[in-house]
Nanobody
Framework: SQLVESGGDLVQPGGSLRLSCVAS????????VGWFRQDSGKEREPISC????????DYGRSVKGRFTVYRDNDANTIYLQMNDLKPEDTAVYSC??????????????????????WGQGTQVTVSP
């Protein structure tokens, strides 16, 4: 069982990317999924999460209004749509899944032990 992120790339400021977090070996529909990012020399930052049930989502202040998280349970995938990217968004982006069936809300959590699965990350670089 694993999570695999993809979609990271080099993009100019103001550009957009869509990251994917695909689960294999288990179904994401019973999991809250969080997105995190970490740039070299900085702490890992939780930036978004999506609930296991319903439209619940949460965003960090630095990305609110620019990023959107959503799930496709048929594809067993969570997406992070990132618009109006800025140089300070440069980081390795990772997703993590925590067991929480039928939960319609989520809140950003830093604690790694709350999540059962972590992906390896995908690099996003925002530069002219």
């Amino acid at each position: 069982s694993q999570l695999v992120e993809s979609g990271g790339d080099l993009v100019q400021p103001g550009g957009s990317l869509r990251l994917s977090c695909v689960a294999s070996g288990f179904s994401l529909k019973n999991y809250i999924v969080g997105w995190f990012r970490q740039d070299s020399g900085k702490e890992r930052e939780p930036i978004s999460c999506v609930s296991s049930s319903g439209p619940g989502a949460d965003y960090g202040r630095s990305v609110k209004g620019r990023f959107t998280v959503y799930r496709d349970n048929d594809a067993n995938t969570i997406y992070l749509q990132m618009n109006d990217l800025k140089p300070e968004d440069t980081a390795v982006y990772s997703c993590a899944a925590g067991w929480a069936p039928n939960v319609s809300f989520c809140a950003l959590q830093r604690r790694k032990e709350l999540y059962n699965y972590w992906g390896q990350g995908t690099q996003v670089t925002v530069s002219p």
